[in-house]
């Protein structure tokens, strides 16, 4: 059974940092991209990176480029992502999820989801 | 970005009715055009990928169709574990963006 669990967030001050971390199983983490989503409360949903199978590509939303770092361990079938210079408007539950596509593609289909992580910004 | 409006924002439907979900993009994602569902308190699951592809163990009564800006989602036989919010979401182009997503109760 495919599974993502989703662990560190929580309360953070604007500007200070947080890290975000996916342990997956159920299948061959390193042959599968992935990315996280968010979804702010009572919101819709938001791509904000993605990371391809061997880390060799990110791909991120403008509005986090800079801030944001999506990375990952193979070796440990986990997924990361660091942020910095957090603001209010980055208040959200994180999702981390895997893409449909195996290997060489991004296809940016989300067919797997973690739990989610919620992260709140506030002073 | 490629803007993506769903409609209606919400429905209320009887069990075993048929319903409709639509999504329009603002130009041209030539099918590639995904379906997820919410449950409450749950994290979005995909249904439908490519407009029209079933995921794996997803029940038959959901079908999508479309092509270029138009797309939808159709559920037949509405079942009481359908009730959720769908969202649409396109993967042509970057950053893959969301529909604002469909509330869908049980009359």
């Known amino acids: 059974e495919v599974q993502l669990v989703e662990s560190g967030g929580g309360l953070v001050q604007p500007g200070r940092s947080m890290k975000l971390s996916c342990a997956a199983s159920?299948?061959?983490?390193?042959?599968?991209?992935m990315a996280w989503v968010r979804q702010a409360p009572t919101k819709g949903l938001e791509w904000v990176a993605t990371?391809?199978?061997?880390?060799?590509?990110?791909y991120y939303r403008d509005s986090v480029k800079g801030r944001f770092t999506i990375s990952r361990d193979n070796a440990k079938s986990t997924l990361y992502l660091q942020m910095n210079s957090l603001r209010s408007e980055d208040t959200a539950t994180y999702y981390c999820?895997?893409?449909?596509?195996?290997?060489?593609?991004?296809?940016?289909?989300?067919?797997?989801w973690g739990q989610g992580a919620s992260v709140t910004v506030s002073s | 970005d490629i803007q993506m409006t769903q409609s209606p924002a919400s429905l209320s439907a009887s069990l075993g009715e048929t319903v409709t979900i639509e999504c329009l993009a603002s130009?041209?994602?030539?099918?590639?055009l995904a379906w997820y569902q919410q449950k409450p308190g749950k994290s979005p699951q995909l249904l439908i990928y490519?407009?029209?592809s079933l995921n794996d163990g997803v029940p038959s009564r959901f079908s999508g169709s479309g092509s270029g800006t138009q797309y939808s989602l159709k559920i037949n036989s509405l079942q009481s574990e359908d009730v959720s919010i769908y969202f649409c979401q396109q993967n042509y182009d970057s950053p893959n963006t969301f529909g604002a997503g469909t509330k869908l109760e049980l009359k």
């Open positions: 990371i391809s199978y061997d880390g060799s590509s990110t």
């Open positions: 999820t895997r893409d449909k596509i195996t290997i060489a593609a991004i296809s940016h289909v989300m067919d797997a």
């Open positions: 490519y407009a029209n």
């Open positions: 159920g299948f061959t983490f390193s042959n599968y991209g």
């Open positions: 130009e041209d994602i030539y099918s590639n």
